[in-house]
């Protein structure tokens, strides 16, 4: 079993949608929660991160953790073409320097 | 201030040779970060260096693959005796801490075996 698992897509939607991305891991110790976007042929980009449980807010972008359930997501709202690449998980330790990284799921923005 | 460069952007090599991918981080940063994403892969973490030093090389294979960051110049990974496996985008990264969440990611190196 893989430490995070992630839904690889790809995902289709219309501009303006809701879009809704998740992950699910199975190590416990994971306190830090990264959702990063990556453009083709380009390097990753942090979108926002989480320490521990709860929401955070950033723009369009909200980000949530539900630790009991092992269950992370992000979500993209009033979606836009420019948003379409590919968004990858991750998460790591306290002190974390050793980030595992889902497999990342593709969107797809349609105008 | 210039982001994180590494280079080359795309590197062929055939079996057999040597494969020297180069990673200059962030001004102000002491800490560097190499992975390897794979084709519908996520990235793999391989080495956490920090200048002079090599804090954590678990995830690097134990064969052929080395990594230093020196005190001058950029952090180099290394790949000897290249195989077509060793085909991959290799992404270095670098923070002012050991702290990942302020990590920012260069725009990688693709190495194609041949």
């Known amino acids: 079993q893989k430490e995070v698992e992630q839904d690889p897509g790809p995902l289709s939607v219309p501009e303006g949608a809701i879009v809704s991305l998740n992950c699910t891991y199975s190590?416990?110790?994971?306190?830090?929660f990264m959702w990063y976007r990556q453009y083709s042929r380009k390097g990753p980009e942090l979108l926002m991160y989480?320490?521990?449980?709860g929401n955070k807010e950033d723009g369009r972008f909200t980000a949530q953790v539900d630790k009991s359930s092992k269950y992370i997501s992000l979500f993209i709202r009033d979606s836009q073409p420019s948003d379409s690449a590919t968004y990858l998980c991750a998460m790591s330790h306290p002190g974390g320097f050793k980030t595992i990284f889902g497999a990342g799921t593709r969107l797809f923005v349609k105008a | 201030n210039a982001g994180v460069m590494q280079n080359p952007r795309h590197l062929v090599r055939r079996r057999g040779q040597e494969a020297r991918l180069r990673c200059s981080p962030m001004k102000g940063h002491s800490h560097v970060y190499w992975y390897r994403q794979l084709p519908e892969e996520g990235l793999k973490f391989m080495v956490y260096?920090?200048?002079?030093?090599?804090?954590?090389e678990s995830g690097m294979p134990k064969e052929r693959f080395s990594a230093e960051f020196p005190k001058e110049g950029p952090s180099i990974l290394r790949i000897q005796q290249v195989v077509r496996g060793d085909s991959a985008a290799y992404f270095c990264?670098?923070?002012?801490?050991?702290?990942?969440?302020?990590?920012?990611f260069g725009q990688g190196t693709r190495l194609t075996v041949v």
């Open positions: 190590n416990s110790a994971f306190q830090y």
């Open positions: 990264a670098s923070s002012p801490s050991g702290m990942d969440t302020e990590a920012f």
């Open positions: 989480t320490y521990s449980s």
């Open positions: 260096l920090q200048k002079e030093n090599i804090i954590d």
